[in-house]
């Protein structure tokens, strides 16, 4: 148990919630593959942060931590089906129809097998139990149809997440084609009008350090699995009203963006 509560389950890696997939059923995890050259160096953070490790505990070997769902979780969730889950996407990404909205960077047209950023994390407010506020990259290939692949993930403490072996995507089993950091909220316009759910800080790009969320030092892996800086990135900003973003390069961050804002601002 962690210091605030949390039941953290030591669960078999062959039973993590990814083998609920019907292509997974009865397969055993795979080793995973090396990772890109240059990330394990010492300046990168090593100890963990998370709260239930602080008393010395750890899992053994051969498990993964899993937080245990409670009634409060499930109830959160509109229906027992949609529990752990995003809403789904049923139409283009920076289309206003499906209630998303994101300020992201981007970088697409080559060939990518993967990215790294460092980024600050915040706790914006959500407006209601059917939105969300997320910060996270993106790595994506396909269209943004019915055919587009995507991995997901957002902050963590430098531990491998999730298990996507190659053969469960129709277009990443190679490589990706676009690579995307940044926010995303969900704006159900349930009274009315647009959402006060933030993303990022709550705060505009523009309000800068201390102020606004941010990535920084953002990296793509290449083909030979190095650590790469970013060329032609670009910025989108669904509603730069309400969610805005402002880009940047420096010796010490690299590349990076300030992002984020309050939501509806009348």
Request: net charge negative; aromatic share 12%.
């Amino acid at each position: 148990m962690s210091s605030d509560g949390d039941l953290i389950d030591c669960v078999p890696s062959h039973l993590q919630p990814a083998f609920d997939h019907p292509e997974l059923k009865g397969q055993k995890p795979l080793d995973p593959p090396d990772r890109p050259k240059g990330i394990d160096s010492v300046d990168e953070v090593t100890h963990s942060i998370q709260q239930w490790t602080e008393s010395g505990e750890s899992c053994p070997n051969g498990t993964i931590p899993i937080r245990r769902a409670t009634e409060e979780d499930i109830l959160r969730a509109s229906k027992f089906g949609r529990f752990g889950r995003k809403p789904r996407r049923t139409v283009r990404r920076d289309s206003d129809g499906s209630g998303h909205e994101h300020a992201v960077a981007f970088v697409n047209g080559q060939q990518f097998y993967g990215a790294k950023a460092s980024m600050n994390v915040w706790t914006p407010q959500v407006t209601n139990p059917y939105e969300f506020s997320l910060s996270q990259l993106w790595i994506i290939s396909g269209s943004f149809g019915n055919d587009l692949n995507t991995i997901e993930a957002g902050w963590q403490a430098r531990q491998l997440v999730g298990y996507w072996p190659a053969f469960l995507f129709s277009h990443l089993r190679m490589h990706a084609n676009m690579i995307q950091f940044g926010g995303e909220i969900v704006n159900s316009r349930s009274s009315g009008f647009h959402t006060s759910t933030q993303m990022g800080s709550g705060h505009f790009a523009d309000e800068g350090f201390t102020k606004a969320a941010y990535f920084r030092n953002l990296q793509l892996v290449d083909w030979d699995n190095n650590l790469i800086p970013l060329s032609n990135l670009r910025l989108l900003a669904d509603h730069p009203n309400c969610y805005n973003i402002r880009q940047g390069r420096n010796n010490v961050w690299g590349d990076y963006f300030y992002y984020g804002g309050p939501g509806r601002n009348v």
